[in-house]
């Protein structure tokens, strides 16, 4: 089975496994082994399955303002979360090919394999939702068929981005392209590079 697969596998268990309950406050149940690879993939989509549902709570145009700012900074949390968790499983990548010998003309992709396992996250979540419009009973039939066409091409970018991905992991693998991963260093998280943070010590 290629890496794709496998990874787009445990993130529709994990996506089914959220809505089990369906709430952004459920415990999660990782079946998978602690450290291990699989246990990353369906932590992320987790993480990536709250953050969605958060993102649709605070669009309630009738939430409470107080309420509204306690799940932005929820939010704030599991974008660091999740960009911690993409760093993590590119370690995994470079630990795995950190003995490949890098052919002369090899080069760099324009992003890191876990950038891609992030975008397949994401993916999941959206054909789910979307396979969800379509069985609405609520909703006038149109409805129903903008979203079936929609997913059909939700379907077909999941097939070209696992393509993409396996060829990646091909040519790393291959010595064709190389890995190089950048911190994403984000500021505004930062007490000593948010300038509103740290002009308040």
Not at 83 to 96: P, Q
Not at 121 to 144: C, F, G, N, P, T
Request: glycine fraction near 0%.
């Amino acid at each position: 089975m290629k890496f794709s697969e496998k990874a787009y596998q445990i993130f529709e268990n994990s996506t089914k496994d959220y809505h089990i309950t369906d709430h952004v406050d459920a415990s999660i149940k990782n079946p998978f082994p602690e450290k291990s690879i699989e246990y990353y993939l369906y932590l992320k989509n987790w993480i990536d399955a709250v953050q969605w549902h958060l993102e649709d709570i605070i669009r309630d145009p009738a939430i409470d303002p107080v309420d509204a700012l306690a799940i932005k900074r929820r939010i704030d949390r599991s974008n660091q979360d999740r960009t911690d968790l993409v760093e993590l499983i590119d370690s995994y990548f470079l630990d795995i090919y950190k003995d490949v010998r890098i052919l002369e003309n090899a080069s760099i992709n324009t992003e890191s394999p876990a950038w891609a396992v992030d975008r397949l996250s994401i993916l999941a979540l959206k054909i789910y939702h979307m396979q969800q419009e379509v069985k609405r009973e609520d909703v006038e039939e149109s409805h129903k068929k903008t979203c079936a066409a929609k997913l059909v091409i939700l379907n077909e970018q999941r097939s070209d981005l696992m393509r993409a991905l396996d060829m990646l992991l091909e040519d790393i693998e291959a010595g064709k392209k190389y890995m190089k991963v950048y911190k994403q260093m984000k500021m505004y998280n930062d007490p000593n590079l948010n300038p509103v943070l740290y002009a308040k010590k």
